[in-house]
């Protein structure tokens, strides 16, 4: 039996939403392996949350620059942007700690 010793490129993507001029979220980046990372890297320098789904970053990387999510994606990006506005409330928190 032969091993497999392949390792996954890595994919990114990331999303804007403006809900005044928006009608969805849309893809503002995507890029895989050595872009994927810089993506990442980017958002974390940005403190930017980054959420980790394999599967929802290949479909979303199918999507061209500035076109909005499909109305099937919805519910599981509803479910990100709710995660990451709950980032945003417990940072603010903490900053106002200090």
Known sequence: MAEKNEKKIKTAVALGYDP??????KVIASGKGALAEKIIEQAKENKIP??????LADTLS?????EMIPP????VVAEILVFVDAMDKIKAKDKSRH
């Open 62 to 66: 199918r999507l061209e620059i500035g």
């Open 50 to 55: 980054v959420h980790e789904d394999s599967k």
């Open 72 to 75: 099937e994606l919805y519910e």
């Open 20 to 25: 005044n001029e928006d009608g969805a979220p």
